[in-house]
């Protein structure tokens, strides 16, 4: 199913690293609505332009992904991008596939760091399921290593340009993160990874981090079965970390406020992508909180012990760094006071993460 409409751009909203929020009038209908142009995809619109919109998204009511998306400025093209270097198409095969220049491909001043490199040298990677969790996961490492480095590699589980993301153009911008590597058919970070785990190595020989978190980009899909989730992701990316020597830290998705019972105490999510799919083990983090929950978390988690070190992790502090993100925590329209839990379970991640660096980490 997809939904098409023209429309006319009244205007410009606002804007964040490569993305324009905009407010276009459409052909046939009574009000405006918000659209999204990505200008490297599509060019720079200009109030009075006529764009060409998707509105698949607002046709089926989704939450995260709920903008029209311009596709086409059809009367006044961008100009041809420039020949460079760079051979990594990502969107492939799409109308709006685009070539990037890829940190791990031949032409990049990287590729030599990269031709080579095997190690993370025990580099500690915070893996999660939802995009939601990356500020506090930065959070919970702030409040115990201010000066850490932390490096964000998304993977191509939710939206695919960076760009959509106001949670990484904040944190950029509040130097909180030293950078974003997109991977697989993500594009937009700071660097372009074939996969994961270039991405990953990406991460620490290029980006310097001392610490990196992996989620999937913005939104997520899930058909409440117990294989059919963009999550599954997660297992795997525990799995890259541990073969490149790195030190996986696994970040439950938690609730006591999401009303669906999956999802309740240990989602099914991480249950599933820590407990079937990550091979190799790792410190799977439960962050202290108060009863009945911590003994319904003791319980949920109880399987993932065969394989992983479950660690209890203090969370006195971690309100207060939560409290000082520059972003706004939203998860599924909760949140931070809404579902607590679920952010104090990615901070205390977080945390466990720092206490992982060496006390004289300095890069």
Partial sequence: MITWRRGTVLHIRREWRGAMELTVRQEDAAEPVRALAYPELVGRPDVGDTVLLNTTAQSLGLGTGGYAFVVALPDRLPADAPAGPGHLVKGRYTPLQTVVLGADEQDSPHHDVLRDADDLDAMPVVVADLHSALPAVCAGVRAAR??????YVMTDGGALPAWFSMTVAALRDADWLV?????????????????????????????RADIAVVTQG??????????GFSGVAAGEAVNAVAALGGRPVAALRISDADPRERHQGVSHHSLTAYGRVALAPADVVLPAVGEPLASRL?????????????????????DAALRAAPVRLSTMG????????????SAAAGRHAASLLPPDTQR
């Fill in 146 to 151: 201010p000066g850490a480095r932390i490096a």
């Fill in 179 to 207: 950078g974003t590597v997109t991977t697989g058919q993500a594009m937009g970070g700071d660097l372009e990874a074939v996969t994961v785990h270039t991405g990953l190595l990406a991460a620490r020989h290029i980006l």
């Fill in 218 to 227: 913005p939104g997520n899909l899930g058909t409440d079965t117990r294989w």
């Fill in 298 to 318: 003791a319980a949920d988690a109880a399987p993932l012990r065969a394989r992983h070190n479950v660690v209890t992790v203090p969370t006195d502090g971690l």
């Fill in 334 to 345: 909760r949140g931070l006071d809404q579902d607590h839990a679920h952010f104090l379970s």
